[in-house]
Each structure stands twice: as C-alpha cells, then as structure tokens.
C-alpha cells in the first residue's frame, strides 16, 4: 500500500463538506428523521413494486423496522461479537 504522491500545493476546497451541510439543511438528523422541506428516512416505506409498499419502515437498528430486523439477522450470524 504505502503513500501515493499526488503532487505539491494541492489546495482543494472543502467542497463535499459544504455540500453536506446544504443536503442535511445544517443537521445530520434533517437528513434521517425529516424536515418540513424533506421526507424522512427513518418513516420511509419502500416500494417492492410500483404502488406496492414494504410494509415495515426502514426504521433504526437499535429500535425497529427493517434497518433493526436487518441488524438482528446479522447479530446472530455472527455471534457474540456483531462488530
């Protein structure tokens, strides 16, 4: 692996940082729980097909939906040590 040399005086600007805070509207939770302006993730129902909604919320690993049903089924594949 090692480094891989990209040059000299190399000044980006922190762009996707930028980018970030506009698409949350300044906070991480606008981007998961919702906002007036954007739907949530958190309360989104999935569509299987065309007018057809999952029926479970994506939800949160650590409460329900499919994100936490998702995290159970890995948790006991992996035993003891999920992480």
């Known amino acids: 692996m090692g480094n891989i040399n990209r040059g000299t005086g190399l000044t980006l600007p922190l762009t996707s940082t930028t980018y970030i805070n506009h698409a949350n509207n300044g906070a991480y939770d606008n981007w998961y729980y919702g906002s007036s302006l954007y739907e949530s993730l ?14 479970t919320p994506f939800g949160l690993e650590t409460g329900t939906g499919i994100a936490a049903a998702s995290w159970t089924s890995v948790s006991t594949m992996s035993g003891n040590n999920p992480a």
């Open 42 to 55: 958190y309360n989104k129902q999935f569509n299987i097909r065309t007018g057809v909604p999952v029926p």
